[in-house]
């Protein structure tokens, strides 16, 4: 067959080839196929939409920029990489075409933020030299906010708007916001306004109904594709809207791994990014990026890759980010209707702040688990968490409207060292719970539940065939707008308190007992060594006690209740220090809610907080005198490796390890300073 190769017997007989040379047929012939199997090697293409260049232009430098990005794209080869000088680039090569996209195959990277003269990648500045890969074919979107041209994009009473088109398309996918049903719709909510603004691209001078539906297209693949430093905004796709699965994207992701980093996502319909693929093996790592203002749907949403996001910022999206098995980490979730919505297990999130979403995160998936540590929960309209199987740890609940603290699911919720404060302190009449547990399990301990004011239940409410231990937990000066279990309410299920302070909690009528701890018929509770305003016995136990535990500050420096300057330890004469549990071991590196041993002076402390850190002679008085065992007590740092619990000091110097690291030594005595300051 004519060319074909002539690498065989058959045709070394045909052309009388001798078996010297059919020899190095072969070699040559394996060389070719070696040369063809083996990648071209890695280049840079150039882009530059501004470039004016007489000179032929093929991408190999910026004096021969390409002018557009697609260009670059359909000569890119995995491994190569794109530079791509500020301005604005449009997928549909001037057509109008609303179904172009720009497609990046794996293994290629596309770098944004240069000035057209850079050298080295390093030198760009993607913030100084914004490159914007944009829907907007026409270049004549407008605003995305409308609410100076009509109440369909303004949450408000009443259900409809003022533009009647608008009303019609908004009510045909939710009739929820045309029609009252008392007690399960508010009125045109925030579910409305979202649909509005991107149903309705007639108003003002949005003009977006032309643009393209997908800005960018990252296909199936192996290779992970790199997106880096660009703006991507702008898809938006009537047709799709108010549909599920809807491709409707600023980035659309195929069965593909990708890295994103220093990147802005907004003004997106229906996604910021969105992969509806089933890709379990493919992984998704975002870094130092902005999801600003993607609405109807998500920032960014990934129905099967692990993904790791850090560093970056959600704001003003339906929903902020919603993934499966994700590690979230140092980011901020702002001002979406809701925060984070993780599904799955695996789920760690640390380190990130949830201020002022409809709900912050939501991680209540059935059989799955997720780790939330050092996060921060501030005036989410809601709920601030909302988990099944979890461990929470560290974080802070301020302010949040219904409750800061969800748990249930079947799943057991393990709460350590938090402080949960001022829940439904800016609704009508509170909200529902501080921290709430339904068909689950709650372990609440060393953490600190204050200043929650609730309609109907408790600020620690275990409801529907629930089960609770609240150890060394704090929870005072709460207040119910009903009757009773202020503080602790049990309802059809189990409850242990152990070693804890329920003091100053309050309802209708005032403080008394039942508004500290209280249960209906149906309940089992069990109160022991434990500190209960107006205290009886009524409750049993043993090691309890109504003495007044003598808070330090419990207003706090503005003298205002649930602000968060609150200081629930201890004074030195309190009843609570040494009176817990004689027979309760902490264990390995528990803490208590300033991260100090959780015993000191052989007995745990009543309460959040354990006394005496410096009071090496355990007289409830921290003085000079307690530091002159300092010397006997210092170990030095550990010299073996191994890590803390493998050499302890010597009984009685528990007191002098501030740092909880199983040592004691001079990095101890800085933690002691403000001992010393005040003696």
Known sequence: MPGQAVCNSANRKRYGVSRRLSVGWVVACLL???????????RVLYVNASAKTSTAVNGTSWGRAFRDLQDALALAQPGDEIWIAAGTYRPDRGTGDRNMSFTVEGGVALYGGFAGREAAREQRNWVRNETVLSGDLNGDDGPRDCADVSDCCVVHNGYSCDDGECQLRVCSIDQECCKEVIGLTDGWDRKCTDLAKVECCHLGSWNSCDNSAVVVHVPDGYEAAVIDGVRVSGAYDANTIGERDALSAGIDLGAASLSLANCTISGNARYGLNSLATASKRTVTIESCRFLNNFEASGLRLDSQRATVSVSVFEGNCIGMRARGARVSTCVFSDNSQGLSLGGTGNVVEDSWFVGNGGGLSASALGGFSIISRCYFIENEATGLAVASSIVSDCVFLNNGNSALVGGDL?????????????????????????????????????????????????????????????????AD???????????????????????????NSDRDGIAEDTQVRGDSDSTINVNNSILQDWSGVLGGVGNSGDDPLFVDPLGPDGLLGTGDEDYRVLPDSPAIDAGDPSFVPFPGQTDLDGFPRVLCGRVDIGAYEFGIGDSNCDHTIDRSDFSAWESCMTGPFETGDGPWTRRYSPGCESFDSEYDGDVDLRDYAGLQTVLAGL
């Open 411 to 475: 799943g057991t919720t393990d709460v350590r060292r938090c402080v949960i404060i001022g829940t439904g302190k800016g609704t009508e009449r509170g909200g529902t719970a501080g921290v709430l547990v339904e068909l689950g399990g709650l372990i609440l301990r060393d953490s600190l539940v204050v200043g929650n004011w609730t309609w109907g239940e408790g600020a620690v409410s275990v409801d529907a065939l629930s089960s609770a231990v609240i150890r060394n937990t704090v929870v």
């Open 32 to 42: 070719a196929l070696v040369l063809w199997a083996t990648p071209v090697a890695a």
């Open 478 to 504: 709460n207040r119910v707008s009903a009757r009773g279990g202020a503080g602790i309410w049990v309802r059809s299920s189990d409850a242990s308190v152990e070693n804890s302070i329920v003091w100053g």
